[in-house]
């Protein structure tokens, strides 16, 4: 067979005439034809020629094969019958060559119905062609001719025979044939297929036989089909499962069905060949195929491929899915850069010669980015990383791969953990307290700026190190012990250190040691917190000695209370006594005498009162500058001309809510308190001031309120106080004076007095640094306030008739009343306490006045009585006497506000001149 390239197009159907059609005639007909025969052969290859180019160039199924009739009818100028039929063989290829080369254009059963008529007109014609040409043959010339003619067709078949032979027995191909009933009956060496099936195993067997009854129904139904179509097949290939001997093998093979000279169906000729290994390679390539496709498909990372021009060649799933279309193939021919990647991270156009993703084709390396910009379907942007690699086809770029992700979630977590960090940080460096972090050889990881501000050191020289010794070598070994603990037993671990003693910024620490674990669960250091507890222990040490003046107090007040007393009955009794011995001279001067004492041992009452915060005061609106300037003149002449006082008043000082005496008495002991601390002399200043105090402040200090103050600052320059000595200076009594040289009451009296006005005093003193004491006392409002004034002394003693409860647990001061009263003309009952007076209540004979202490034992107080005697007597008179003030009593809630009070001590004129004005009133 002769090869040769056919476009389509009349040229190459001109071509394949004149290397197809031209040869083969010549081979049948070339030794028969004489001169004027290789003139008709010529002529044949022209016509044949022209026939074939118009047959391609008519639709298929049009013409058919008529137009090479023309061919046969040029047998009629040949000098015998085997031009004629190697004419009409030569027409009958051509028909079929036709029919292979053309484009189908008709149904394919009107294209072989068409083509069969062709064939039976062809061969019509050349018989009768054959027919005349035998008429014109002489009977002698017949014999003749046949003979040489057979011995020519014996020599060329035995020829052809040898030639095929050799060719199948040097071809890699093996052939077989079929009867009608498309039996195999003949068949060369089935070895060459590779399957070892010699050729008496299919001889006499049917297809169908040969496939059984399970064969691929898919692949081997068409091609049935086919045989029982009788159409030609070419590299049908299949499956050859195998048996127990022979081997499984893919094959290929081809065939077409021949017939007899009458056009009678015969069977198959045909060929095959081994294809496993193309299958195999196919198969390898089509698995390779699917796999890269399942991977680009199942991955959830956007992948797309360029062309040099920046064209999508390929993309997957995801990549559509991530920029918004519906499908990968919507991608396919994009110019991706304009698409996706026109604009920078800041907003800017970015050029294609710009982007990094064209440095993989053009400069033949692969890039990453993780900081980029990308633009979805619908117009929106969003942050991802990407990468670049060139793709390369026998060692030349033909373009890119590009992978990328949304970086959207990922940088959202890294926002977080960048302000997490950042969060981390600020906690880190503005705790209040020091961190640090140590490994498991003690040296430190991590350390915050408190650290620095507790003890001095940088964090920068502490990172490595081990810790540098701050605490003194007692509390290093403590600590030591601690942090073994801390990673022997994963406990925490708390310790208090005074650090005094290191002249450090802070004197009190609280160190806590905790352990620093590892995510597998492992401890891998310790970490310490360091927390200033100076101003805790500051406030605890207040506290104590806040509380310790408290129970001082209360014991100092209950003292005076009871001293008040018998100050009653004592100072009461005399009078009497005074009256009784009127005319004694030498009797009235041991009275007086005994008066004096009793008048110093009530104002001993007082200042104790003072201090117990429990006196009586007289609260009125004053301008506390005018108050300071008069006893600043007056502390002048008082404290000797060694002392020197300056003041500073603020012109613009709020008034205040005091007892203008007590005031000028704290001040008068601050003044006395300073001079003691300069024997030799010194400067007193005295500043007045308005002050705002916050919640911080007042939170320092015990029973404070915020809000407005004036503050007057009493500082001199003596020689100070020791912290022991500065701890217990309020308390009663407490004095650093010589035995006789100072009470211990002074500062006591000026605590009490700024504590009852609602106010503070603060000391701060050091040794040979003088003493500054800061009196606090509130802003008064505009109202003045007045106490009550007791009544006016009489010229006489009034005296009454009434009947009067006298209820005191007290038995002197109780006698003394009882007395006093009985001597005046009033009918007395009396009580030692609550339930003793109430079945009085409840008796026949009226009673005009109760008269009780406020605080009275048994469980029920002076008020509760007055409350049963209100039910009995609605009109009755009450008399409340304590030696407490009455403020003082209200605030407490021993007694309602309003009522009548009689403070102890208390004279016998004082108390007549009470009740007859509580009865007539």
Partial sequence: MCGCWIDGGPSGSFRLCIGLAGPVMQHIIGKTFSTSGRAVLLIGCMLAAAALAFDLWLPL????????????????????????????????????????????????????????????VIWSSAMLVALQKQQQNALIR??????AEMASSARDLADSERRFREFVELSSDWTWETDADLRFIKSTDNDKSGIGVPPDYTHGKTLRELLGDDYDHDAWDGQLQNFQDRKSFRNFTYFWPGTDIYKASWLSTSGQPYYDDDGKFLGYRGTGRDASEGERAQLALETSEAQVRLLLDSTGEAIYGIDLEGYCTFANPACARILGYDNADALLGQQMHELIHHTKTDGTPQANKDSKIYQAFRRGEGTNVDDEVLWRRDGTAFPAEYSSFPILRDATVIGAVVTFVDTTEKQDVREALAASEERFRSLLEFAPFA?????????????????????????????GSVSPGLFGAALEERLIAADRQVIKTGEVVEI???????????????????????SSGEISGVGSFVLDISALKMAEERLIQTHKMEAISQLTGGIAHDFNNLLTAVMGNLDLLRDHLEGDDLAQKYLATAFRASEHGAKLTDRLLAYARRQALTSEVVEINQIADEFTRLASRTLGEDIRIETQFADDTWPVMTDPGQFENAMLNLALNARGAMPEGGLLRIEISNQVLDKTFAAQHEDLDPGDYVMINVIDEGEGMSPETLIRAFEPFFTTKKVGEGSGLGLSMVFGFAKQTGGHVVIQSEREAGTRVQLYLPRASKEAIVAKSRPAAASAIPKGMET??????????????????????????????????????????????????????????????????????????????????????????????????????????????????????
Wanted: net charge negative; glycine share 8%; hydrophobic share 45%.
């Fill in 496 to 518: 208090d250190a005074d650090l005094i003693e290191q002249n450090l910024p802070v004197k009190f620490v609280r160190i806590t040691k905790f352990p620093v674990f590892q």
């Fill in 61 to 120: 199924g049009v013409a058919g094969g008529l137009p090479y009739v023309v061919l046969v009818l040029l047998g009629l100028w040949s000098s015998g019958p085997r031009t004629v039929i190697a004419l009409a063989a030569a027409g009958s290829l051509l028909t079929v060559l036709g029919y292979i080369l053309s484009d189908p254009g008709s149904p394919t059963w009107v294209v072989l119905t068409n083509r069969g008529l062709a064939l039976f």
């Fill in 142 to 147: 017949a014999r003749s001719e046949h003979d």
């Fill in 804 to 921: 009067v409860l006298v209820v005191e647990d007290q038995d002197d001061l109780r006698s003394f009343v009882i007395n006093l009263l009985s001597r005046l003309g009033y009918r007395t009952l009396e009580a030692e306490d609550g339930p003793t007076a109430l079945p009085m209540l409840n008796g026949d004979e009226r009673i005009d006045m109760l008269l009780t202490d406020v605080v009275l034992p048994a469980g029920m107080s002076g008020a509760d009585l007055a409350s049963e005697y209100r039910q009995r007597y609605p009109n009755g008179k009450v008399l409340y006497t304590s030696g407490y003030p009455g403020d003082v009593l209200s605030k407490s809630g021993r007694l309602p506000e309003g009522v009548d009070l009689l403070r102890k001590p208390y004279q016998a004129m004082e108390l007549a001149q009470t009740v007859r004005l509580i009865l007539d009133n």
């Fill in 435 to 463: 961190i640090v972090l140590q490994d498991l050889d003690a040296r430190i990881q991590l350390v915050n700026s408190t650290y620095e501000n507790f003890f001095g050191y940088p964090p920068d020289q502490l990172i």
